[in-house]
């Protein structure tokens, strides 16, 4: 079972940058993806990635603002956030899953998560 660890989340303010981590445990599936929870809203995938060929996705309103990566290695992935705004304030969660099963429907461990807030 893959545990993963998230971190990296804090304040900020409007403008500012995050990097948040996750490390899984265990084996690693061939896609890994960074979630978030508003308050009141449903959990949504954000970014994903590819294990074996990095190539990312991004729902369109952080394209440009934010960056998946991958460290084999070290078998983390990472989430860069530029640009931050107060409606990307939100627990941000990671996971991992054969691809076509990155969703929230189909996944059923999860981290403790980490807050991101930022304020205007």
């Known amino acids: 079972q893959v545990q993963p660890v998230e971190s990296g989340g804090r304040l900020v303010q409007t403008g500012d940058s995050l990097k948040l981590a996750c490390q899984l445990s265990g084996r690693t599936n061939y896609v890994m993806g960074w979630?978030?929870?508003?308050?009141?809203?449903?959990?949504?995938?954000?970014?994903?990635?590819?294990?074996?060929?990095?190539?990312?996705?991004?729902?369109?309103s952080v394209k440009g603002r934010f960056a998946i990566s991958r460290d084999k290695a070290k078998n983390t992935v990472y989430l860069q956030m530029n640009s931050l705004k107060p409606e990307d304030t939100a627990i941000y969660y990671c996971a991992s899953a054969p691809a076509g099963f990155l969703t929230t429907k189909t996944i059923h461990s999860w981290g403790q998560g980490t807050q991101v807030t930022v304020s205007s």
Do not use: C, H, M
């Not at 979630?35 to 369109?60: H, M």
């Open 35 to 60: 979630f978030r929870q508003a308050p009141g809203k449903e959990r949504e995938l954000v970014a994903s990635i590819t294990w074996n060929w990095g190539t990312p996705t991004y729902i369109d």
